[in-house]
C-alpha cells in the first residue's frame, strides 16, 4: 500500500508566478490537497523568480484557500546561520520567536496552519520543542516510510523526490520546487497524477489517520525505519531546498 502527499516548497511572493499558477491548476483539476509550504518573510534573493508572484501573491494565497489547499509555514525568513540552517544549533528561546514570528506574519494573512517545515531540512530536538510550545502538531520532515510520533509531535516524513517515481510502500511525500519545475516535469506529474490519483492523500488526512489509528508501522519496520531528523546534508536533490 503506498500513499503520496504532494508538498510544495518555498512559496512567497518571488515565486515563479506561472509554474506556481500552473501547477495550482493541475491541483484544482484533480481535486489534490496539495500542501504549500510558505515562508513568512522572505529573505533569501537565491529562490526569488525573475518572473515573480509579487502584486499577484495575496489573491495567490486566495485561490489556495478557496481550493482547499493546505498551509505549512516554512521557517520564518529562509536566511541560514553559520551552521548553514534557519534554526540548528540556535537556543530554544531563538528558534521559538523565529517560529513564533513566521507564525503571526501568516496569521496576518489569515494562514493558521498546525504544519511546519524547516528550510533545507534542517532542525535539531530544540526545534522540535518550540514548535510544540508555538501549538504546531506536524513537523514535515524526516526520513521514514510512514508518519510516526517523535518527541511529542507527528513527523511526516519528506523523503525528498526531485523526480517523480512510482513506490510500492508507504506514505511517499513528492515535493516540488515551483522556481526548478520545467514544462518537461509540469508534464511528468500530470501523467504521475493520472496515473495514481486513487493514491494521493493530503497531509491533514494523514493526520487524522495517524490520532485515530496510527499509521506507525508496530515492529521491527518501526524500528528501521522511523529516522528522526539532523540529516542536514545526508540526502542531496537538485532542487533548492
Ligand atoms: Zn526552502
Known amino acids: 500500500m503506498v500513499k503520496y502527499l504532494f508538498r510544495i516548497d518555498d512559496i512567497c511572493s518571488g515565486t515563479n508566478a506561472k509554474i506556481a499558477i500552473k501547477l495550482l491548476r493541475v491541483f484544482e483539476k484533480f481535486k489534490i490537497k496539495a500542501t504549500w509550504a510558505i515562508i513568512p518573510a522572505n529573505k533569501d534573493l537565491s529562490i526569488i523568480s525573475k518572473n515573480p508572484l509579487g502584486h499577484k501573491y495575496s489573491p495567490f494565497l486566495s485561490r489556495l ?4 489547499q493546505v498551509f505549512c ?6 536566511k541560514f546561520n553559520e551552521k548553514d540552517s534557519e534554526f540548528k544549533g540556535d537556543s530554544l528561546q531563538t528558534q521559538y520567536k523565529k517560529i513564533m514570528a513566521g507564525r503571526k506574519l ?3 494573512k489569515e494562514i493558521n496552519t498546525k504544519v511546519f517545515s524547516a528550510p533545507r531540512h534542517s532542525y535539531d530536538n530544540l526545534t522540535i520543542k518550540a514548535l510544540i510550545k508555538a501549538g504546531f502538531k506536524i513537523n514535515y520532515d524526516g526520513v521514514g516510510f510512514f508518519p510516526y510520533f517523535y518527541n511529542g509531535i507527528i513527523q511526516v516524513p519528506c523523503n525528498l523526490w526531485p523526480n517523480l517515481m512510482s513506490f510500492p510502500y508507504g506514505v511517499q511525500t513528492i515535493c516540488i520546487h515551483p ?4 514544462e518537461n516535469k509540469l508534464k511528468k506529474l500530470r501523467k504521475f497524477i493520472m496515473e495514481n490519483r486513487a493514491k494521493i492523500e493530503s497531509v491533514e488526512k494523514v493526520e487524522k489517520l495517524i490520532n485515530k489509528s496510527p499509521l506507525q508501522i508496530p515492529g521491527i519496520f518501526a524500528a528501521i525505519f522511523k529516522i528522526p531528523n539532523l540529516y542536514s546534508g545526508f540526502i542531496k536533490s537538485d532542487q533548492n531546498d
Do not use: E, P, S
Open 106 to 108: 501568516l496569521l496576518k
Open 73 to 78: 509555514q516554512h521557517g520564518y525568513t529562509h
Open 65 to 68: 484557500k478557496k481550493n482547499n
Open 179 to 182: 522556481n526548478n519545475l520545467t
